[in-house]
């Protein structure tokens, strides 16, 4: 059976591995280098980036981290995994944190604001519901979110987030976000797919829709490498029976 790797260093990589499981496939802990020879896919989860950075660090992951993505294998990264994945990440704490990088993107840390400032929002995801079915919205979890503020021409955006002319962001450490939400309806980026890498500012893995699962494991069986199809397949007919049985409860604001 093929199995997806999910980095296991801290954050929500148990929450992965269940999704993976009510897909049909199997999830495993990778927490040192060696361990990357034995997977052809990864999903870095969300967690707390610069705490990640350090225990990778530790581990001397880095390194291969960065050629398991240079080989072009799928990664996804959630939220903190997103600004693993990110070229460059501004609002970082001071002395900054080592990035993975292959998306050719900017990304802001803290960008929704502090841990209070977290929330749910219905997302328009109209890639994924083209290529996955179901409903054109997905529900997203973001917690001390990240968001996308640039992106280079290779990278497709998979969705945004309207940010109300309203609304006020957080307080001190970006002073370059707060003069942009001045501007009324501001879209921020939350979304992303650059060839082998994707990245989500917020938490699939935290909802009972599987579908950005299941658009990760068809990006797994594209690149192909040591993936068997009817695996996959068989994962899918799982994850279409179970989008009819399992719902999330309403979102609360
Ligand atoms: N939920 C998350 O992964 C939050 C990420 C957090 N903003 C960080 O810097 O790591």
């Known amino acids: 059976m093929a199995v997806v790797g999910v980095l296991a260093l801290q954050g929500s990589f148990n929450e ?9 496939m199997k999830g495993v802990e990778i927490r040192k280098p060696e361990q990357l020879q034995s997977i052809s896919s990864l999903i870095i989860p969300g967690g707390e980036s610069t705490t990640m950075a350090k225990l990778a660090e530790f581990h001397n992951l880095f390194p291969a981290l960065r050629e398991f993505v240079q080989m072009g294998k799928p990664v996804w990264g959630t939220c903190a995994g997103l600004i693993f994945l990110a070229n460059k990440a501004v609002g970082q704490k001071e002395g900054g944190q080592e990035l993975v990088g292959g998306l050719n993107c900017t990304v802001h840390r803290n960008y929704f604001g502090s841990q209070i400032q977290s929330f749910e929002a219905e ?11 179901g409903p054109e919205t997905f529900r997203g979890v973001f917690i001390r979110a990240p968001a996308v503020l640039e992106v280079g021409p290779e990278v497709e955006v998979l969705a945004d987030y309207p940010i109300p002319s309203n609304k006020v962001l957080y307080s001190s450490s970006a002073v370059e976000i707060q003069e942009e939400s001045a501007v009324p309806e501001k879209k921020v980026i939350v979304a992303i797919k650059q060839g082998n890498l994707l990245g989500t500012a917020f938490h699939p893995e935290l909802t009972a829709d599987t579908r950005w699962h299941s658009y990760f494991l068809k990006m797994v069986r594209d690149v192909g490498e040591g993936t068997s199809n009817t695996t996959v397949a068989v994962s899918e007919a799982a994850s279409s029976s179970d989008r009819q049985t399992k719902y999330d409860l309403p979102i609360f604001r």
Do not use: T
């Not at 997302?123 to 079915?133: D, F, H, I, N, T």
């Open 16 to 24: 992965h591995i269940a999704a993976l499981r009510r897909l049909g």
């Open 123 to 133: 997302l328009l995801v109209p890639e994924l519901a083209s290529q996955e079915g």
